[in-house]
């Protein structure tokens, strides 16, 4: 089994920052793609930002200038510092990380549990 746990959430005023964090923990082999996504209350999930194994990023444009995705993958952890933050990016975020398990293995999407941000205006 492979578990991801975020942490860093919490409420914070508008202009101000938050860094989340999810670690991967388990039966792991390698990890691919990890990222972040969100979802609003009444809205689907979005896709908030990206990253490779050889860190290659990619953002929503909603958060280009203010979000950075990076990722330790000594400690199978992958980082959200967000500067700037607006009442708009209030939403629960959840990390994924794409994983092997096993050299023979396919690559599986796992998917964390969810921290709540809360900007407040």
């Known amino acids: 089994q492979v578990q991801l746990v975020e942490s860093g959430g919490g409420l914070v005023q508008a202009g101000g920052s938050l860094r989340l964090s999810c670690s991967a923990s388990?039966?792991?082999?390698?990890?691919?793609?990890m990222g972040w996504y969100r979802q609003a209350p009444g809205k689907q999930r979005e896709l908030v930002a990206t990253i490779t194994s050889s860190s290659s990023t990619n953002y929503a444009d909603s958060v280009k200038g203010r979000f950075t995705i990076s990722r330790d993958n000594a400690k199978n952890t992958v980082y959200l510092q967000m500067n700037s933050l607006k009442p708009e990016d209030t939403a629960v975020y959840y990390c994924?990380?794409?994983?092997?398990?096993?050299?023979?293995?396919?690559?599986?999407?796992?998917w964390g549990q969810g921290t709540q941000v809360t900007v407040s205006s």
């Open positions: 388990g039966s792991i082999f390698s990890i691919n793609g």
């Open positions: 994924h990380a794409v994983v092997r398990r096993h050299f023979w293995s396919t690559e599986y999407t796992y």
